[in-house]
């Protein structure tokens, strides 16, 4: 059964720092791994997306990586911004299922 | 073209009442799926159709809860009755049919629900 966590589950930093948020996974017969945004009473945004056969995803100021075989991804946010504050979810699609599994999230806060 | 989109976006209800969440997928999507995050916990998988025929509702947490996509295109979700735990985020989300489940899942914005 494929089970997802995510360290730290909380995290504070000042403005203009580099961070990285780990996601780790059970099983690592995947399809794909998602990072998502949640912003409070709004919906998921998707960050990047990390098929099976790839190493990592880069979109602007974020760099996710995948290592299958340990069951690990992180997310790099370079350069943090207030505007980064939000709750950061991971998700893993298992091979042979269709439903994606999701962590409990690291609820991300960026200090001005 | 247009995102996935939900209805409402948040809805209040008293324990006993009934609850009608629609989902309208992208266009062209013949996967789509149900999630819900309650309280303090993870998001979790409800079921996922194929056109209109369910595939997979091994995830819906009894029979107070009904699916349905009519035609293959929108869903709805009842919750009849409702129950104090079912408050939460109900989220949908679509994706194309084919090539296995490597499609990325889109998501909606979700539907907030509150049972007092």
């Known amino acids: 059964k494929q089970e997802v966590t995510q360290i730290p589950a909380a995290l504070s930093v000042p403005e203009g720092e580099n961070l990285v948020l780990n996601c780790s996974f059970t099983?690592?017969?995947?399809?794909?791994l998602q990072w998502f945004r949640q912003d409070p009473g709004k919906g998921l945004t998707s960050l990047l997306l990390?098929?099976?056969?790839?190493r990592e995803q880069t979109s602007g100021r974020l760099n996710a990586s995948l290592d299958k075989s340990s069951g690990r991804s992180t997310l790099y946010i370079a350069a943090s911004q207030p505007g980064d504050s939000a709750t950061y979810l991971c998700?893993?699609?298992?091979?042979?299922?269709?439903?994606?599994?999701f962590g409990t999230g690291t609820r991300l806060k960026v200090l001005a | 073209e247009a995102g996935v989109t939900q209805f409402p976006s948040h809805s209040v209800i008293e324990k006993g009442q009934t609850v009608t969440l629609r989902c309208d997928p992208i266009?062209?999507?013949?996967?789509l799926y149900w999630y819900r995050r309650v309280m303090g916990k993870e998001i979790k998988f409800l079921l996922h159709f194929v056109k209109e025929s369910k595939q997979d509702e091994s995830g819906m947490p009894n029979n107070r809860f009904l699916a349905e996509r009519t035609g293959g295109t929108y869903s709805t979700l009842k919750v009849q009755p409702a129950e104090l735990e079912d408050s939460g985020v109900y989220f949908c989300?679509?994706?194309?049919?084919?090539?296995?489940?490597?499609?990325?899942?889109?998501f909606g914005p979700g539907t907030r629900l509150t049972v007092l």
């Open positions: 989300a679509s994706s194309h049919l084919g090539q296995g489940a490597r499609w990325s899942q889109y």
């Open positions: 990390i098929q099976s056969s790839q």
């Open positions: 998700a893993v699609l298992t091979s042979g299922t269709y439903k994606y599994i």
């Open positions: 266009s062209g999507h013949d996967n």
């Open positions: 099983d690592s017969a995947i399809y794909n």
